[in-house]
């Protein structure tokens, strides 16, 4: 029930135009001195961006977790295929609460070489689009995970409920969903606990006020011609708690070998 029309969106690249860094200069909220290198780029936008991507994410985590029911979320009743309650069970939650989020580090420019160097090599053997419109693309465009998030639950439910959520939001937009779990009776050999791996836009503040609760008011005024506008590719992960356990255990494991 999670899933969207991929194809719909394609091609899936970052809104800022980092491909074309030193061909253009739309890129007002970067310092000048880093407007010569586009990974720096990248993680200065990551980095004025964070606190923005945070704090939405836990806006839906908040009310996700404060709903005594369903039907005090307000979704609207031909989204929900199944209305069903949620546990009161105490073993259905993650640290005493409904969902869990946590964030991970910005990437590393020396750990996201590799992905640049991959998808360089795709838009070079003509698996990847080079442009869209006049925009050149380049292997950096393609990289959506700067910023990234975990939102773990016992209850597959609970996190087809924050979907549904992160849908109605007006600080995102769905970009790309992956569903890597597998069908009923399907065999995988994905070595990988599944999980489903969700990337958005993160949307300019739709009002004043949400603005001005923001960081991103240490980096100029509000502009309301701007409100919607495409900010950055993010990326959340939705896991099952016992399957989030094992994939940190095999991280540790890896980290020993």
Same mark, same amino acid.
């Given at each position: ?25 739309? %890129? ?45 979320? %307000? ?175 095999? %991280? ?6």
């Amino acid at each position: 029930k999670i899933k969207t029309d991929n194809n719909a969106t394609k091609p899936h690249v970052q809104p800022l135009r980092l491909g074309m860094i030193g061909l253009d200069n739309n %890129h007002s909220h970067v310092p000048r001195k880093e407007k010569f290198d586009c990974v720096l780029v990248a993680l200065n936008s990551s980095r004025v961006l964070l606190g923005y991507y945070k704090s939405s994410l836990e806006l839906i985590v908040k009310k996700l977790n404060k709903a005594s029911t369903i039907h005090d979320l %307000h979704l609207p009743q031909s989204s929900l295929e199944d209305v069903l309650q949620f546990s009161s069970d105490s073993n259905s939650l993650v640290g005493g609460e409904r969902v869990a989020l946590t964030f991970g580090p910005i990437r590393k420019a020396h750990r996201v070489g590799a992905k640049i160097k991959e998808y360089q090599q795709d838009i070079e053997k003509g698996d990847k689009p080079a442009n869209i419109g006049d925009r050149t693309l380049r292997g950096i465009d393609y990289v959506l995970d700067w910023l990234r998030s975990i939102v773990i639950s016992e209850d597959p439910y609970v996190l087809y409920i924050f979907y549904l959520l992160l849908q109605r939001s007006p600080h995102f937009k769905i970009q790309r969903v992956k569903n890597k779990f597998p069908k009923q009776g399907e065999v995988t050999s994905e070595k990988n606990p599944a999980n489903i791996l969700i990337n958005l836009l993160l949307l300019y503040p739709p009002t004043e006020e949400c603005f001005k609760e923001t960081n991103l008011c240490l980096f100029g005024k509000f502009e309301p011609g701007r409100v919607g506008e495409e900010l950055t590719s993010c990326e959340v992960q939705l896991n099952l708690r016992d399957l989030h356990t094992i994939k940190e255990l095999q %991280h540790i494991f890896s980290d020993v070998d």
